[in-house]
């Protein structure tokens, strides 16, 4: 038995640790938090200390058994969770529900998983800091005081089912306000003068008028002014300038890059680096800190003169600009600079390379340019054309790197040709284009993990998480905004005449920005309306300034959160108590046929037309609104069509044909059959032949196109690509086949493979009992029997599990079915009346 046990977070990081130590190491993982808040209850002495109450999750026990097994036979344990708050709690827990030895116990941090940080980490130990400990503790309590008790009143006050967060809550207010912003705006034209010239040689360069024209008319004059003229070099001026490289990546700058380089998602760029960190490729990928050890900076050093020279090399330590960021900490970078490239999963390798280069370029020598500006004078009037470009005479950092940018109008600047002061120029042409004023640009998850950061909202490890969770509780949706149709002016001088030509662009269209949803939006606004403190930006900031004063020592977490209730807890009983039903209601008009109001509004199952009131003789109808609209937005005329659905377009081969919207979209209806609508089209505007139409695809799409088994093969494109249907199972099809050829053999392979493949997966198959054990995703396993399914985690070996266990599982999942109470017949006796009272609790 190894005398050393040392317990990690990860399985991952346990493997690559326990390479880099000997035989008296054991290295084995936590997997994450072993202790948490309950599930079903609060779980904070609210009215005491605010002492939580921690539990370790069932499935968690196996693990926590296993682990204090290991520990008692073991002389030394050391905790080696992640050197953060969430790292240092985990290791707190560990000591706790594991009953360690203080004596016995000691703690270590590295930033990389290299055999020398390993190595360092464990010269080095400490003991667990328990200020980190309480600043954890404190944003976990809070933000569970938060969540439990204003949730309950967004299901009174708005609908069931939703939820609110501290973190949450604000970053869909900024969302929505972004957008109220942009319904709110009101574009302003004018015309921009751009201009092509020619030198002697004959080659074109571009330039522009500094000005903008406020009317059509005054744009026109212009351009007639330049018909006749002769156009020269007025001035031409040429100026050294410097580019510096950006600082090693931070983890709110490395998830901005990689959603502007690589267009990934904020989630998956800190999975991608979390597994590049367990591997021992990259440092610690949760940290604010811009600092890179001197180590490093050597490492950095070397591999650039290597591979560039000396000339490109300059030591650089940057200063980040987060408040709170720990310095002691590192940047994002390689382990190991003169590991260019990894040959690992593709888009793990696509970051590693975008790490690398980031830091690399961080340490590296200033881009040296030359500027150039040049003034171009007409002979018939006294305005100036500029034309401006920028030459590289030294390469510097921009030989690896140059960091992206978020602004959509930003102008590349070209290189010029060369030119000469009174140099003569021909004119090619001027064009004066009719230009709107920009809305303000919808976030995108990198622009808004800006923004955050910017506000001091949230700190590197929440970022990801709570864009996740917005999106999945249906606030937020990553939208495809298709805009609309405007047209615009232009016109252009050319050979001494000018032309007007009417041209046409989209406008307002997005694709992957963060849309709020009419849901998103009425939450807001309720929160807003009611709890304007908490969902204040300063408050929130003012809360993470708390936290890192209780991290360095500074606070007492149980004064912060004893101060925070006293004031938060009234308004939460105010608002329940008081507070209006938030619906989003808008009364858009009258209907003609009734003279009823009509409205639109949340109902339970999600935005409808209403036509009346409660108060009314008769009851109010109603009418689903389409995914694509929304309260905020749709018409008086747009909502009173949506009650001409169900529209009965005919019949089609004796079965009524019928158009509607659904929960996904507008579709046809054809007997049992459903056929979805082409995208963008409405299902007011489909009639009988357009219906027909869709039938027959659909029909042609259905048809068998081999038997096996004497059952029927059908063949489909899904959400998830192509697929054969047989026997009410879905068979994926991949790119190695000829999805439009596929030949008898290849389907029956896709059958019998996938035939083989669900007895594989299966573990234990209690047939009697109508139990099995299955694999699932990601090594984990789950316990079926009807509809009832358990997901056990990784943690879990089902190997040996019995009949029995299985059983116990499923019992405990099954729902509890009340015992009917017998009625007893007894003589009524008369009550007393009381009076009603209401108690607060």
Do not use: C
């Not at 003229?229 to 100026?239: G, N, P, T, W």
């Not at 490729?281 to 290597?306: C, F, H, P, W």
């Not at 390469?395 to 000469?420: H, I, N």
């Not at 409405?682 to 081999?706: C, H, N, R």
């Amino acid at each position: 038995m190894a005398k050393n046990l040392v317990i990690v977070e990860s399985p991952a990081k346990a493997k690559t640790i326990e390479k880099f130590l000997g035989k008296d190491f054991k290295v084995e993982s936590s997997f994450g938090h072993i202790a948490d808040l309950p599930s079903k209850e609060l779980g904070v002495d609210v009215d005491g200390d605010f002492k939580p109450k921690y539990e370790v999750s069932k499935d968690k026990k196996a693990v926590v058994k296993k682990l204090k097994d290991l520990a008692k036979k073991a002389e030394m344990v050391w905790l080696a969770s992640d050197e953060d708050r969430e790292g240092e709690a985990i290791a707190w827990h560990l000591a706790e529900s594991l009953n360690l030895d203080k004596e016995k116990t000691k703690r270590i941090v590295f930033h990389e998983i290299t055999k020398s940080a390993i190595q360092k980490a464990i010269e080095n130990p400490r003991g667990i800091d328990y200020d980190l400990v309480d600043a954890q503790q404190a944003r976990r309590v809070l933000d569970r005081i938060v969540g439990y008790e204003l949730s309950p009143v967004l299901w009174r006050k708005v609908k069931g089912g939703l939820s609110a967060g501290r973190v949450q809550s604000v970053s869909v207010r900024l969302i929505v306000e972004r957008e109220r912003d942009i319904q709110n705006f009101t574009p302003e034209a004018s015309y921009r003068v751009d201009a092509e010239f020619a030198n002697e040689e004959g080659q074109a360069f571009k330039a522009k008028l500094p000005k903008n024209f406020g009317a059509k008319k005054d744009a026109q004059a212009f351009l007639e002014k330049n018909a006749k003229a002769d156009f020269k070099v007025a001035d031409l001026e040429k100026k050294p300038a410097k580019k510096s490289p950006a600082a090693p990546f931070t983890t709110s700058t490395l998830q901005q890059e990689a959603s502007r380089k690589l267009y990934f998602s904020v989630t998956k760029t800190m999975t991608l680096a979390q597994r590049l960190y367990e591997a021992g490729l990259i440092t610690y990928m949760r940290t604010d800190s811009v600092n890179l050890s001197d180590e490093a900076r050597k490492g950095a050093q070397a591999e650039i003169e290597s591979a560039y020279g000396s000339k490109f090399s300059q030591q650089r330590n940057h200063k980040g600009k987060s408040k709170g960021a720990q310095e002691a900490h590192e940047a994002i970078r390689p382990t190991d600079f003169s590991v260019h490239s990894v040959d690992i999963d593709r888009d793990q390798a696509r970051l590693y390379d975008l790490i690398w280069k980031r830091a690399i370029a961080s340490q590296m020598s200033d881009a040296e340019l030359e500027r150039t500006n040049v003034k171009i004078s007409a002979s018939t009037h006294s305005e100036i054309f500029t034309a401006n470009g920028e030459v590289i005479t030294f390469e510097g950092f921009l030989k690896v790197y140059l960091e992206g940018t978020d602004d959509e109008d930003s102008e590349q600047e070209g290189m010029l040709p060369a030119m000469r002061t009174n140099e003569v120029l021909l004119n090619n042409y001027i064009t004066a284009t009719e230009r709107y004023t920009r809305a303000p640009y919808r976030y995108t998850e990198a622009s808004l993990v800006k923004q955050l950061e910017e506000l001091g909202i949230g700190r590197p490890s929440t970022y990801a998480p709570t864009i996740t969770t917005i999106q999945n509780r249906n606030y937020v949706e990553k939208g495809a905004v298709d805009g609309v149709e405007r047209n615009y002016s232009q016109l252009t001088l050319k050979n001494g005449l000018v032309k007007d030509q009417e041209l046409t662009e989209k406008v307002g269209s997005d694709k992957g920005k963060l849309v709020p949803t009419d849901i998103g939006m009425i939450v807001t606004d309720f929160l807003v309306k009611n709890f304007d403190a908490v969902l204040d930006y300063n408050f929130t900031a003012k809360v993470e300034e708390d936290f890192d004063d209780i991290a360095e020592g500074k606070v007492n977490w149980t004064t912060m959160m004893k101060k925070f209730y006293k004031e938060f807890h009234p308004i939460v009983e105010d608002v329940q108590e008081n507070a209006d039903r938030e619906s989003g209601e808008r009364i858009l008009g009258t209907d003609p046929k009734s003279g009823k109001q009509v409205s639109v509004r949340l109902g339970k199952f999600g935005p409808m037309v209403q036509i009346g009131t409660v108060d009314d003789e008769e009851k109010p109808t109603f009418a689903s609104l389409s995914p694509d609209q929304q309260l905020n937005t749709i018409s008086y005329e747009e909502a009173m069509d949506l009650f001409q659905l169900p529209k009965n377009l005919g019949t089609y081969e004796g079965e009524e044909v019928e158009v509607n919207n659904g929960r996904f979209g507008p579709y046809v209806k054809f007997g049992a059959a459903y056929v979805s609508l082409p995208k963008g089209v409405e299902a007011l505007s489909v009639e009988l032949e357009d219906a027909i139409v869709l039938i027959k695809e659909k029909q042609k799409a259905d048809a068998p196109i081999y038997m096996y088994k004497d059952l029927p093969v059908q063949k489909g494109k899904g959400r998830f690509g192509p697929f054969i249907k047989w026997n009410n199972t879905f068979i994926n099809v991949n790119k190695k086949y000829d999805w439009d050829n596929l030949s008898d053999n290849d389907i029956v392979t896709l059958i019998e493979e996938k035939i083989q493949k669900d007895i594989d997966k299966v573990i234990h198959n209690w047939e009697e009992d109508g139990i099995k054990v299955e694999k699932a995703r990601w090594g984990r396993h789950n316990v079926l029997q009807g509809k009832i399914k358990i997901e056990l985690p990784k943690t879990v070996d089902v190997s040996e599990m019995t009949l029995e266990e299985a059983k116990a599982l499923i019992e405990e999942k099954a729902p509890k079915k009340k015992a009917a109470k017998k009625k007893v017949a007894t003589k009524k006796k008369p009550v007393a009346k009381k009076k009603a009272t209401t108690k607060k609790k």
